[in-house]
């Protein structure tokens, strides 16, 4: 009876759905983030960033709100600091997409940037600026960056007439600037991965010397170690490693470390470096990793001059 019960009910569906002769209009068009061109940039400006939508989906925005942007206020009350993007002209558009594929996408295989290496919205800007708070003298009440990392988006500043003035040695500093920003943005979002074999390479166990004294940074470059940085004010290296709570993130203050240098520093800056036998090994290893696995030549990167 339960059988026949259910087997009636199924042919009634069948008998109902059938019934139905109803058409099936058209799908629904799926609506645009945003609506290309934007604004009053050059034709060829807004050709181009089409193009880039069109080849490998990613938006090169030039007109965008605050919202877009995605400010995020500290804590603090009245000393919130809030983040805001300033909007550039539209006549230094294709300064700014030329700029960013000398600097960046030439160095990309197609194949990377169809897979996230280009990010979803690529925010172009003027000035990306830091309310400092109550207090300030006129003129020092904002604090300026010249990147901005978003979630899935990466907000660029200098869109403007400076674009035009650089030397080849600011290009080349603010070049050094913007791939340490993107190459990070790869690493945290897993577009780029470091390998296990890198890490095979180095003790992170056995906790070192702080390195801040002669001895200690030679004991420390012989470990395999590079610093994370270098000063904008000094150029003075900056040591990743000042002593045992920064040792809890050895293994990816390493690999962060190496990818400054790897898409950053030329083979002249390297030099001193690759004496030691352990940071050639490791610095070879993913220069020949990464040209394998993303056919990205890191060392042209950090080579190139203009």
């Not at 352990?278 to 060392?299: A, E, G, H, P």
Request: aromatic content about 16%.
């Amino acid at each position: 009876m339960k059988h026949r019960l259910i087997i009636g009910c199924i042919c009634s569906v069948l008998f109902f759905a059938c019934k139905k002769d109803e058409k099936i209009g058209p799908p629904a068009p799926v609506a645009h983030d945003y609506q290309l061109p934007q604004g009053n940039a050059s034709a060829a400006a807004n050709d181009r960033i089409q193009q880039l939508y069109d080849t490998y989906g990613s938006y090169f925005l030039y007109v965008f709100t605050q919202k877009d942007f995605v400010w995020v206020p500290s804590t603090g009350g009245a000393f919130s600091k809030i983040d805001t993007a300033v909007l550039g002209k539209p006549e230094y558009v294709m300064d700014m997409l030329n700029f960013l594929d000398d600097i960046w996408l030439k160095f990309l295989p197609d194949s990377f940037k169809k897979a996230q290496g280009i990010p979803y919205r690529v925010l172009l800007a003027d000035t990306i600026k830091t309310y400092r708070g109550p207090g300030y003298p006129p003129g020092m009440e904002y604090l300026y960056s010249d990147y901005k990392v978003i979630d899935k988006a990466i907000c660029f500043a200098g869109m403007n007439d400076s674009l035009r003035k650089m030397t080849p040695a600011d290009k080349v500093k603010r070049k050094n600037i913007f791939t340490g920003a993107i190459w990070n943005y790869y690493l945290q979002n897993k577009i780029i991965e470091i390998p296990a074999a890198f890490y095979k390479l180095t003790d992170y166990v056995t906790t070192p010397a702080t390195p801040n004294t002669p001895a200690n940074l030679e004991a420390f470059r012989q470990r395999g170690f590079l610093p994370a940085s270098y000063s904008t004010f000094n150029g003075a290296a900056q040591e990743w490693y000042y002593g045992t709570f920064s040792w809890g993130t050895a293994q990816s203050s390493d690999a962060g470390a190496y990818l400054f240098h790897l898409t950053t520093r030329t083979d002249a800056q390297m030099e001193p470096f690759l004496k030691y036998p352990l940071i050639k090994q490791k610095f070879d290893f993913l220069v020949t990793y990464f040209k394998s696995k993303y056919n990205i030549d890191v060392r042209a990167i950090a080579n190139a001059t203009y």
